[in-house]
């Protein structure tokens, strides 16, 4: 049977702190390292291509991964403390991975989950989890990203149905999807949620190109006109933007773990190369500044576990404040793009070629750093909660 240590060696869970993982979470853990070591065979050629490997995402699903936790008939129950450990593996070998993850299981189907009605999460959970459908969380907006609160798509009811106008960016399989979960303003002013099929007339959408970042998994440019869908796909648990907030918090704590799969990876790869590279007729970690260097990753490295681990531990109590997982995104976002940038420094010349993997992750980190919430607007929502002051234009 599998041990935490077998996953997460002595010298990178420096002080043990995901080392009492065991049952039924730690074979979960350990499920998800075989999908990730899957992953590892084709992720750099995906990524040089451009090419989402949905195959690989369907891979997840019949190993069971795909669910956020969620409790779904006919599959075997999952711990939330598992599915932070499955989006850590998975990011772990590649972030465009770990985000199509994000986007299925913690928006779509989390959304689906709190938001829809009984007949609702029946018709659709089920198939999601499985990836016999693909979804997307249509919310940001061309003019609206970090002001999201504020978006102009509008959904106008007409009898038993809804007409939704306006436009979406950035939105994960949003082109290549079979279902959209749009958020628009409705006729009350307050924001709610629609199950929108993506070959309804009047959506269209254009995959994303010329990314530098996440390029293994595609996201949409949306344009919704005079799109009708039926009252029965109004999310009945979508009223407000308050609502729509509440699934985005957890997504905030993924990304926390998301950015820790990406920065062990780096640290490890560094380690390993640094033991392995001989400089002046001596390995590199025979230099003082190397094992200097590899410390300072340990530190931001383990403060990003301690993060994770204590936010983990509040949102299973059910103690979390959705501010201190702004905290924990912000912290974890950064200390991984310090972590990449030095271990790919490490490898000289080599670190930007993708076989050994940190130039992608350094890259991928850039669009972590971002989604969810940028550094500004995390950092504003704890700077409101620490002084009881908004900084947010009013």
């Not at 912290?331 to 271990?343: G, L, P, W």
């Amino acid at each position: 049977m599998a041990q935490a240590t077998d996953l997460l060696s002595p010298t990178t869970d420096y002080f043990g702190v995901f080392s009492d993982i065991d049952g039924a979470d730690l074979q979960w853990w350990a499920t998800a390292r075989k999908a990730a070591d899957r992953a590892r065979e084709t992720v750099n050629e995906s990524w040089e291509n451009a090419h989402y490997n949905v195959d690989g995402v369907r891979e997840t699903a019949r190993m069971g991964l795909l669910r956020d936790g969620i409790d779904i008939e006919g599959f075997a129950p999952m711990s939330t403390r598992a599915a932070r450990l499955v989006a850590f593996e998975l990011s772990r070998a590649d972030l465009s991975l770990g985000g199509a993850l994000g986007v299925q299981a913690g928006l779509v189907m989390q959304t689906i989950a709190q938001c829809g009605s009984e007949a609702q999460k029946e018709e659709f959970l089920g198939p999601l989890a499985r990836a016999e459908i693909l979804g997307s969380f249509a919310l940001t907006e061309p003019d609206h990203g970090s002001d999201s609160v504020a978006l102009e798509t509008t959904a106008v009811r007409k009898g038993d149905q809804w007409v939704i106008n306006g436009e979406k960016k950035w939105i994960g399989n949003g082109s290549v999807g079979d279902i959209a979960i749009v958020w628009a303003r409705m006729d009350d002013g307050e924001v709610g949620g629609f199950i929108v099929d993506q070959d309804t007339p009047g959506y269209s959408a254009e995959t994303i190109t010329g990314k530098a970042s996440l390029r293994g998994l595609y996201q949409a440019h949306i344009s919704l006109v005079d799109v009708h869908v039926p009252h029965d796909r109004k999310l009945p648990g979508a009223a407000s933007f308050r609502d729509t907030a509440k699934v985005i918090a957890g997504t905030r704590i993924a990304s926390a773990f998301f950015a820790l799969g990406a920065a062990t990876d780096c640290y490890e790869k560094a380690l390993d190369y640094a033991k392995q590279r001989v400089q002046f007729g001596r390995t590199l970690v025979h230099n003082q500044i190397i094992q200097q260097r590899l410390a300072d990753m340990l530190q931001e490295l383990t403060s990003m576990m301690l993060y994770c681990r204590h936010i983990l531990d509040l949102e299973t109590s059910g103690a979390l404040d959705e501010r201190q997982a702004s905290l924990a995104k912000v912290h974890c976002t950064r200390m991984a793009r310090s972590i990449a940038a030095n271990a790919r420094d490490m490898f000289g010349g080599v670190g930007i070629l993708l076989e050994n993997d940190v130039m992608r992750h350094m890259a991928d980190i850039e669009a972590l750093h971002t989604f969810e919430g940028t550094d500004t607007m995390q950092s504003l929502i704890v700077g409101k909660a620490i002084t009881g002051v908004s900084a947010f234009r009013s």
